[in-house]
């Protein structure tokens, strides 16, 4: 049976609200964990992200299941609330929101995980990263095609333009892990929003979390 610690971390940082939004919903069967990364001025981004995390813990409650494909349906349940929460108006007209999450079943102990935009999912197996995948953004295509390297990810003037996000379109482009992934003991996930992971180079997460574990 595979045994699951939580912990978690949020702050306002220099800005007047905090956009960001984090939970988690756990059985003894299994665990879903998302966090998300609003924007839309005007108090908008801050409602866009708690909607996306109460929408995906409450649709996952009542169907829990770790799959790929449950995480595909989770990711575009989110999506379609924030349209309609949008199509309001009001202060929430331009709201949308960035997305990870992370599923995980403790009698298999294999995990599937998702996400839209720029907030990020990093997999930690002994000390070191192991995956994080790309994110959804304008400064990632321009290094894709070849004009520059990962170092314009946390440094170029347009790194926060994002090519996908919840509730920027009805069809939402998303990345989904390909299959289930065994677990290791000792394994440590991280889910995190650009406030974070375009501060913190990799080897440092790596360093902090050795100092944690020692």
Not at 25 to 37: F, I, K, N, Q, R
Not at 48 to 67: C, K
Request: proline fraction near 3%; include cysteine.
């Amino acid at each position: 049976m595979l045994k699951l610690q939580t912990c978690f971390r949020s702050g306002v940082g220099g800005r007047g609200r905090n956009e960001d939004a984090c939970g988690y919903w756990t059985s003894d069967a299994c665990g879903c964990w998302v966090v998300s990364d609003g924007a839309g001025g005007h108090g908008g981004g801050d409602v866009a992200s708690r909607l996306v995390v109460s929408t995906v813990l409450g649709a996952y409650a009542e169907d829990p299941l770790v799959a790929s494909e449950k995480v595909v349906a989770l990711l575009q349940e989110a999506n379609a609330a924030v349209m309609t929460r949008k199509a309001g108006g009001g202060v929430t007209r331009d709201m949308h929101a960035t997305i990870v999450l992370l599923l995980a079943d403790r009698s298999s102990g294999l995990a599937v995980w998702g996400h839209v935009g720029d907030t990020r999912i990093y997999l930690f197996r002994s000390e070191r990263v192991l995956y994080h995948p790309p994110p959804h953004s304008v400064v990632q295509t321009m290094v894709d095609a070849g004009y520059g390297d990962a170092a314009m990810i946390r440094s170029h003037p347009q790194r926060s333009l994002l090519t996908s996000a919840i509730g920027l379109s009805e069809d939402v482009e998303l990345t989904v892990s390909a299959k289930p992934l065994q677990l290791h003991s000792g394994d440590v996930f991280l889910l995190c929003t650009d406030g974070w992971w375009e501060h913190v180079q990799e080897s440092e997460m790596e360093r902090l979390l050795g100092a944690s574990a020692g």
